[in-house]
């Protein structure tokens, strides 16, 4: 088949698929025939269409140009919208932030060699916060006629195969019958419940472009994998109840996986006396202001969630995977004597000892839980009570502490020169600011992110979007491109710091293209400050995190048409009329703010916990094998 007799047979599939409402219509009416001549490439887009992947976000090269030919095609007839973007770890970045804010899927095109690998890297994100996306990346040809340009330059064979399954799921389509395979066990990662994630597709160059004879499009899977139910241990759940009835201090650690368990969540902290500490990835699943939320917890923590987890004497952890900051490198619950862990991952529901573990879905464990603990009726005794009590007084302190940094907002910094904004100021600013105008925000990595976990007051879910798993570097930024790709659009804020928007500052391009509508709040202060903070408090001298280079953010922002750029000021109020100026312009903002860096205790929130890092790791693992949890 010559290429203009394919395009038009591709052409007339698209339209007529279009025209029919999907591809289940098309075949019902008969617009599309079961059985069809067609590509692997085009094969794969109708199965990507059966799973609800319409958005692709792509850097195309010479190793995905026959995939590009089948977009453009479905593109012209309304099935698709592709994306072009300049970075493949800007693409990975949008699509997490599609899925994560709007739940779209999406796929991630790039070519052979660097691009994937970028992607790869930036995949840390999908994997680390449990959100599915799609990656399908060209890979060297099936018949090894010799090394191909950008494939790993070794003679091993299926490189980049071993390589990406050390990050997720993969599959090499080697062979092109095996198409519906890889398509299904893409959609059991993609589209995983509990625990999703990227998916690699690998697809060989001289494969994509192969026809297929008389193909059965009913081999191409489709539908989502059900959710798990109830943990079903029985006597666990006895267990259970009778070490909650006993204990004295119960503290809830609330994890990603506790994401549509917010009700069962309330009921279970009154039907057991018990505070939550919630993780920075659940921000608002428990109300700010309810009070048995005793907010974040870890190296990175809050006055009240430290406590919360220093005293407990019972942990429920729930959803929870512990990353060392979020627990202390294991050191954050030396009187704990006994854990109850609802998991749907059997690594992580038996990490800690002296664990009763319930391995099934939060939400409908919790509820199963709840009826047990309410035959009973609430515990009886004081101690809930004192431990309440005790627990809300620590958490006015950390709103008194909090308090006191914001009303001292400006600090003389030695950079500038002048006094300038502190990070908790500036944060809290554009935070208040966003919740009153319904923006999504969304954190960089670095002080910005531990500050803003810190300092939000998120009501609910879906205000607040931070990395909390990989703490990727560019990921705020990037993830602003989704609020233009979404098909329910929203007003997005990166807050950002200045290491962070120079590692993927091309959103300012890819932004303007396709739409995006929010603001990047860039916190300057010409360091990686979370690390000079760090190398201080360990060694008592920062050293190669910060440079001395000026850059002119405002006039880099103006040097692209159709990006308004400002300066936030020196000031709260500032900073408040150049969010509100951003707010009102129906485009991409950036607003640069220089901020204070330095050893004074109002310039930041400081750190309320231990980690397994540098010249602390030493007592940290003393203190974990001492208790033995």
């Known amino acids: 088949m010559n290429a203009g007799q394919l395009q038009q047979e591709r052409h007339a599939r698209a339209v007529a698929i279009a025209a029919a409402g999907g591809i289940c219509a098309a075949r019902q009416t008969g617009a599309l025939p079961h059985h069809i001549n067609l590509s692997v490439s085009e094969a794969l887009i109708l199965g990507l269409l059966l799973q609800g992947v319409q958005k692709y976000i792509v850097v195309l090269g010479h190793g995905s140009t026959e995939i590009g030919e089948v977009l453009r095609i479905y593109q012209q007839a309304g099935l ?18 599609l899925r994560w804010v709007r739940n779209e899927k999406a796929a991630v095109v790039a070519s052979i060699g660097p691009g994937p690998l970028q992607a790869l890297a930036a995949s840390l994100t999908s994997a680390s916060n449990r959100v599915g996306v799609w990656y399908l990346f060209g890979d060297e040809t099936s018949e090894d006629e010799g090394p191909n340009f950008q494939q790993i330059p070794r003679p091993d064979q299926a490189g980049f195969l071993r390589l990406f399954t050390q990050m997720g799921a993969a599959y090499t389509l080697h062979t092109p019958l095996a198409l519906p395979t ?57 267990q259970a109840v009778d070490a909650l009835r006993s204990a004295k201090r119960i503290v809830v650690k609330v994890g990603g996986g ?4 917010g009700q069962e969540l309330l009921e279970f902290l009154e039907l057991t006396d018990a505070v939550a500490v919630t993780a920075p990835v659940v921000s608002g699943i428990i109300p700010y202001h309810h009070p048995r939320n005793m907010c974040v917890g870890g190296s990175k923590g809050s006055i009240c969630g430290n406590f919360a987890m220093e005293q407990a004497d019972l942990l429920v952890a729930v959803g929870t995977r512990f990353v060392c900051q979020s627990d202390c490198s294991r050191t954050g619950y030396p009187n704990v004597q006994c854990v109850i862990n609802i998991n749907t991952d059997s690594h992580a529901v038996t990490h800690y000892g002296k664990t009763i573990g319930l391995m099934g879905d ?16 609430k515990r009886s005794g004081e101690s809930g009570a004192v431990w309440l009590k005790e627990c809300s007084s620590r958490r006015r302190d950390w709103e008194d ?9 400006t600090l003389f910094d030695e950079t500038w020169g002048r006094e300038v904004l502190t990070q908790p100021a500036a944060i809290k600013v554009a935070t208040d600011w966003a919740r009153t105008n319904r923006v999504v925000t969304f954190f960089d990595a670095g002080d910005v992110q531990a500050h803003g976990f810190q300092i939000v007051e998120d009501e609910c879910l879906g205000q607040t979007f931070t990395d909390g798993g990989a703490s990727y570097m560019g990921f705020a930024a990037s993830a602003v ?41 860039i ?26 280079v000026e850059v002119d953010y405002v006039a880099w922002g103006k040097a692209i048409k159709g990006i308004q750029a400002l300066h936030g000021g020196y000031t709260t109020a500032s900073l408040l009329s150049a969010l509100e100026t951003a707010r009102q312009y129906n485009g991409l903002s950036l607003i640069h703010l220089p901020v204070y860096y330095g050893t004074h205790e109002m310039g930041g929130l400081g750190a309320f916990g231990r980690w397994n890092v540098g010249n602390w790791s030493e007592e940290t693992q003393r203190i974990r094998h001492q208790i033995g949890l």
């Open 80 to 97: 698709v919208q592709v994306y072009a973007v300049r970075s493949e770890i800007e693409a990975s970045h949008a699509a997490v932030a």
């Open 523 to 548: 916190l300057d202060n010409r360091r990686m400050s979370a690390i000079s903070a760090l190398q201080v408090a360990q060694y008592g001298h920062d050293f190669a995190t910060n440079d001395t």
């Open 401 to 409: 502490y909090k308090a006191q940094r914001y009303r001292h907002p």
């Open 182 to 238: 890889a398509l299904r066990r893409g959609l059991t990662t993609v589209d995983h419940p509990h625990n999703a994630g990227p998916f690699f597709l690998l697809l060989p160059m001289n494969v994509q472009p192969l026809m297929m004879e008389d193909f059965n499009l009913d081999e191409l899977p489709e539908g989502i994998p059900p959710r798990y139910g109830a943990a079903a241990d029985d006597d666990n759940y006895l």
């Open 258 to 261: 506790a994401r549509k368990a």
């Open 362 to 377: 939060a939400g409908p464990t919790l509820q199963k839980l709840n009826k047990l603990l309410q035959q009973g009726g």
């Open 481 to 521: 491109l989704a609020s233009g790709i979404a098909t329910q659009p929203f007003y997005a804020l990166a807050i950002s710091g200045d290491g962070s928007f120079t590692m993927n500052p091309q959103i300012l391009i890819d932004g303007v293209q396709h739409g995006a509508r929010g603001c990047i709040l």
